[in-house]
C-alpha cells in the first residue's frame, strides 16, 4: 500500500516521494525509482545520486554529503553504505517511463530505523542568453527519503522533550512584533518517531496562573541523533512578567512527556494587559449536508462568544491538511475536498463578549464525473482583538455526502513494530490507512497470543486520530510490559476498530532472557497456529 503521490517538477516527475521499506538483518531489498518526462517534446536527461540523510532543526529533511563529515554525528543512523543503484543517469524520451533499481544490502547486525537520501536532478541546461544578458543554468531537483525500519532485535526507542521556552520577536516592516514559543525535542535512541504535543502558555497573576494561550507542536518525524528545534508563533504581544509553560510531547499518538519551566519573560514594554485567547463556540461542531452533483446546498452555523471581550472573527476555508500530498494510485487527497467550491457569508465580523452570530456555509458542487460519496473542507475561524492582536483560533469540519454513491468504509494495516523502551517494557506503534471513500473514528488495541491463541497481554493503543479522512494513516501506540511473560514464541497482532470493522497488522516474535532482562526479537515466519487462531477470535 503506498499513500503518497509523485513529485512533480517543470519536465519531469518522481515516484514515490519516500522511499519506506522493512527488512530484516542479512535481506536484499528492490526497489524501483519511477522517472517520467512530462514534456511532450525534447529528451529529459536526469542525475541521480545517493546521499546521507539528515533533518534540518525544524524537521526538514536534508541531503548531506558524506565528504563533509557531517552524517557523523552522535547517534545518526545511515544506511547509505547498503544502498546501489541501477543507473546514476537516465536519459527519457518525451513522455516515456524510465525505471531506475535501487538496492538495499541490510548488514546482518542492523536493527532498528536507517535513513539515506536520493537526489534527482535534471541537467543543466543554460537557456541561450539575450545580447546584453547572462545566461543562468536551470536545475530541478528533488529530494527523497530513502527510510529503512530493520526488523529483528528490537530496537531502543528514546524520543524525550529537552526544553522549551518564549521569546519576544521585535517587529519589521513585514512582520509584526510577537511572542514566539520554542520547543527542543532529541531522539537519542534507534527507532523514528511522529511527534506532536502541545505547550500551554499561563502568566503569574497575584497567587494564581492565568491560562493565556495554547500552541500545537507542529507534527514531525525525528528520525535518530537529531534534535529538533520546533517554533509556533503566539501572534500576539505580550508583556513582561512572570510566566510558566507547560509542554506536553506524543510520540506515535501516545503521552511521552511533559516538561514545565517558569521564566521571566522580557516582553513587549508596551503592552500591559494580557490578550488571552477567547474560546470561540460553534453549534453544530460540525457542519454536515447532503449535496448531489450540479446542486447548491446550504447550513447555517451559530458561533458563541463566552468571554467579556468583543473580538473581531475572519473566516475561511481551507483544505484539510490529512488531505495534503496524498494519494493512492490514481486517486489524490484533493479528489475528496469540497473547498474549492464552499463559500462563508459572511467572511468578517465582529462579536461582543457573550454575543451570538450566525454564519451560512455553502457548497456549490460541480457536475463531476465519477464523483466521490464524501467531500471535506476545514472552517477556520481566526479571532482577534481590535488593536489587531490574536484572540486564538477554532475550525469546524465541513463534511459533503453525495447520496448518489454508496459509502464504503475500509482499512488496511500498514505496518507494526515493536520497540525497547526501558528494562523489559516495549513500546508497539501500529500504523493504518483509510483505503475507503469516507471518513471513521478509529480505536486500536494491541494482543499478544501464544501459538495455540491463548492470550497473554493485551494493551489499549493511544491515538491523536479523531476523524480519518480518506487516504489517511492514523499512528497508534502503547507499552506492553514483558516481565511477567514467559520465553517462547507469540504473535502480537495489532487490531484496529473503525464502526462496526476492523482489520489487523501480525508480527510474530521471540521472547528470550539475556542477563537478567526480556530480550523481545521479530522473527521471520507467523507461527501457523497462532495465525490461524488469531483469525478465528479477534483479540
Same mark, same amino acid.
Given at each position: 500500500?503506498?499513500?503518497?503521490g509523485?513529485?512533480?517538477?517543470?519536465?519531469?516527475?518522481?515516484?514515490?516521494?519516500?522511499?519506506?521499506?522493512?527488512?530484516?538483518?542479512?535481506?536484499?531489498?528492490?526497489?524501483?525509482l519511477?522517472?517520467?518526462?512530462?514534456?511532450?517534446?525534447?529528451?529529459?536527461t536526469?542525475?541521480?545520486?545517493?546521499?546521507?540523510?539528515?533533518?534540518?532543526?525544524?524537521?526538514?529533511?536534508?541531503?548531506?554529503?558524506?565528504?563533509?563529515?557531517?552524517p557523523?554525528?552522535?547517534?545518526?543512523?545511515?544506511?547509505?553504505?547498503?544502498?546501489?543503484? $541501477? @543507473?546514476?543517469?537516465?536519459?527519457?524520451?518525451? &513522455?516515456? %517511463? !524510465?525505471?531506475? /533499481?535501487? =538496492?538495499?544490502?541490510?548488514?546482518? $547486525? @542492523?536493527?532498528?530505523?536507517?535513513?539515506?537520501? &536520493?537526489? %534527482? !536532478?535534471?541537467? /543543466?541546461? =543554460?537557456?541561450?542568453?539575450?545580447? $546584453?544578458?547572462?545566461?543562468?543554468?536551470?536545475?530541478?531537483?528533488?529530494?527523497?527519503?530513502?527510510?529503512?525500519?530493520?526488523?529483528?532485535?528490537?530496537?531502543?526507542?528514546?524520543?524525550?522533550?529537552?526544553?522549551?521556552?518564549?521569546?519576544?520577536?521585535?517587529?519589521?516592516?513585514?512582520?509584526?512584533?510577537?511572542?514566539?514559543?520554542?520547543?527542543?525535542?532529541?531522539?537519542?535512541?534507534?527507532?523514528?518517531?511522529?511527534?506532536?504535543?502541545?505547550?500551554?502558555?499561563?502568566?503569574?497573576?497575584?497567587?494564581?496562573?492565568?491560562?493565556?494561550?495554547?500552541?500545537?507542536?507542529?507534527?514531525?518525524?525525528?528520525?535518530?541523533?537529531?534534535?529538533?528545534?520546533?517554533?509556533?508563533?503566539?501572534?500576539?504581544?505580550?508583556?513582561?512578567?512572570?510566566?510558566?509553560?507547560?509542554?506536553?510531547?506524543?510520540?506515535?499518538?501516545?503521552?511521552?512527556?511533559r516538561l514545565?519551566?517558569?521564566?521571566?519573560f522580557?516582553?513587549?514594554?508596551?503592552?500591559?494587559?494580557?490578550?488571552?485567547d477567547v474560546?470561540?463556540?460553534?453549534?453544530?461542531?460540525?457542519?454536515?449536508?447532503?449535496?448531489?452533483?450540479?446542486?447548491?446546498?446550504?447550513?447555517?452555523?451559530?458561533?458563541?462568544?463566552?468571554?467579556?471581550?468583543?473580538?473581531k472573527?475572519?473566516?475561511?476555508?481551507?483544505?484539510?491538511?490529512?488531505?495534503?500530498?496524498?494519494?493512492?494510485?490514481?486517486?489524490?487527497?484533493?479528489?475528496?475536498?469540497?473547498?474549492p467550491?464552499?463559500?462563508?457569508?459572511?467572511?468578517?465580523?465582529?462579536?461582543?463578549?457573550?454575543?451570538?452570530?450566525?454564519?451560512?456555509?455553502?457548497?456549490?458542487?460541480?457536475?463531476?464525473?465519477?464523483?466521490?460519496?464524501?467531500?471535506?473542507?476545514?472552517?477556520?475561524?481566526?479571532?482577534?482583538?481590535?488593536?489587531?492582536?490574536s484572540?486564538?483560533a477554532?475550525?469546524?469540519?465541513i463534511?459533503?455526502?453525495?447520496?448518489?454513491?454508496?459509502?464504503?468504509?475500509?482499512?488496511?494495516?500498514?505496518?507494526?513494530?515493536?520497540?525497547?523502551?526501558?528494562?523489559?517494557?516495549?513500546?508497539?506503534?501500529?500504523?493504518?490507512?483509510?483505503?475507503?471513500n469516507?471518513?471513521?473514528?478509529?480505536?486500536?488495541?494491541?494482543?499478544?497470543?501464544?501459538?495455540?491463541?491463548?492470550?497473554?497481554?493485551?494493551?489499549?493503543?493511544?491515538?491523536?486520530?479523531?476523524?480519518?479522512?480518506?487516504?489517511?494513516?492514523?499512528?497508534?501506540?502503547?507499552?506492553?510490559?514483558?516481565?511477567?511473560?514467559p520465553?517462547?514464541?507469540?504473535?502480537?497482532?495489532?487490531?484496529?476498530?473503525?464502526?462496526?470493522?476492523?482489520?489487523?497488522?501480525?508480527?510474530?516474535?521471540?521472547?528470550?532472557?539475556?542477563?537478567?532482562?526480556?530480550?523481545?526479537?521479530?522473527i521471520?515466519?507467523?507461527?501457523?497456529?497462532a495465525?490461524?487462531?488469531?483469525?478465528?477470535?479477534?483479540?
Amino acid at each position: 500500500m503506498a499513500l503518497a503521490g509523485p513529485a512533480c517538477a517543470q519536465g519531469f516527475m518522481v515516484k514515490p516521494m519516500k522511499m519506506e521499506l522493512c527488512g530484516r538483518p542479512g535481506q536484499t531489498l528492490d526497489r524501483q525509482l519511477q522517472l517520467r518526462n512530462t514534456r511532450a517534446s525534447g529528451l529529459e536527461t536526469l542525475l541521480i545520486e545517493a546521499r546521507e540523510l539528515g533533518q534540518g532543526s525544524g524537521g526538514r529533511w536534508e541531503a548531506m554529503d558524506r565528504a563533509s563529515g557531517q552524517p557523523d554525528g552522535p547517534g545518526l543512523r545511515s544506511c547509505f553504505e547498503w544502498m546501489e543503484l $541501477g @543507473a546514476d543517469s537516465v536519459d527519457i524520451p518525451p &513522455l516515456d %517511463v !524510465r525505471a531506475v /533499481p535501487v =538496492r538495499l544490502r541490510v548488514p546482518r $547486525g @542492523a536493527r532498528g530505523f536507517y535513513g539515506a537520501a &536520493l537526489l %534527482v !536532478r535534471s541537467k /543543466p541546461t =543554460r537557456p541561450e542568453p539575450k545580447p $546584453g544578458t547572462i545566461g543562468i543554468a536551470i536545475i530541478m531537483q528533488f529530494l527523497i527519503p530513502v527510510v529503512v525500519n530493520v526488523q529483528g532485535p528490537s530496537a531502543r526507542e528514546k524520543v524525550e522533550l529537552d526544553g522549551v521556552g518564549m521569546h519576544h520577536i521585535e517587529g519589521t516592516e513585514k512582520q509584526p512584533a510577537t511572542a514566539q514559543l520554542s520547543v527542543q525535542v532529541k531522539n537519542e535512541g534507534e527507532t523514528y518517531g511522529r511527534l506532536g504535543g502541545s505547550v500551554a502558555v499561563l502568566r503569574q497573576a497575584g497567587q494564581h496562573w492565568q491560562r493565556v494561550a495554547e500552541a500545537t507542536i507542529p507534527e514531525r518525524g525525528i528520525i535518530p541523533g537529531v534534535t529538533l528545534k520546533l517554533s509556533a508563533d503566539l501572534k500576539r504581544r505580550l508583556p513582561s512578567g512572570r510566566y510558566k509553560l507547560q509542554a506536553v510531547l506524543l510520540v506515535g499518538g501516545r503521552l511521552k512527556g511533559r516538561l514545565e519551566r517558569e521564566i521571566d519573560f522580557e516582553g513587549d514594554p508596551t503592552i500591559t494587559t494580557v490578550p488571552a485567547d477567547v474560546p470561540l463556540m460553534l453549534q453544530p461542531p460540525t457542519v454536515s449536508m447532503k449535496a448531489v452533483p450540479g446542486s447548491t446546498r446550504s447550513a447555517v452555523l451559530a458561533v458563541q462568544n463566552p468571554s467579556e471581550e468583543t473580538v473581531k472573527v475572519a473566516c475561511a476555508v481551507a483544505v484539510p491538511a490529512g488531505l495534503k500530498g496524498v494519494a493512492m494510485a490514481s486517486i489524490t487527497g484533493n479528489d475528496f475536498t469540497c473547498a474549492p467550491w464552499t463559500e462563508v457569508n459572511p467572511e468578517n465580523f465582529t462579536i461582543r463578549g457573550g454575543g451570538q452570530r450566525n454564519m451560512r456555509i455553502t457548497v456549490k458542487f460541480p457536475d463531476i464525473q465519477n464523483a466521490q460519496p464524501s467531500y471535506y473542507a476545514y472552517l477556520h475561524l481566526q479571532a482577534g482583538y481590535p488593536d489587531g492582536q490574536s484572540a486564538g483560533a477554532t475550525k469546524a469540519m465541513i463534511w459533503v455526502q453525495n447520496p448518489k454513491v454508496e459509502l464504503h468504509p475500509q482499512a488496511q494495516g500498514i505496518r507494526l513494530n515493536i520497540a525497547q523502551q526501558e528494562e523489559d517494557r516495549y513500546s508497539v506503534t501500529a500504523q493504518f490507512g483509510n483505503v475507503g471513500n469516507v471518513h471513521f473514528t478509529p480505536t486500536a488495541t494491541a494482543a499478544l497470543a501464544t501459538p495455540i491463541g491463548s492470550l497473554v497481554a493485551r494493551e489499549e493503543l493511544e491515538t491523536t486520530a479523531g476523524w480519518v479522512l480518506p487516504l489517511g494513516t492514523p499512528r497508534f501506540s502503547g507499552v506492553i510490559d514483558f516481565a511477567d511473560v514467559p520465553p517462547g514464541v507469540y504473535l502480537l497482532t495489532a487490531t484496529m476498530k473503525y464502526g462496526e470493522k476492523q482489520t489487523s497488522k501480525k508480527l510474530p516474535i521471540r521472547v528470550e532472557v539475556v542477563e537478567g532482562r526480556k530480550v523481545v526479537t521479530v522473527i521471520e515466519e507467523v507461527p501457523a497456529e497462532a495465525e490461524a487462531a488469531n483469525s478465528s477470535s479477534a483479540p
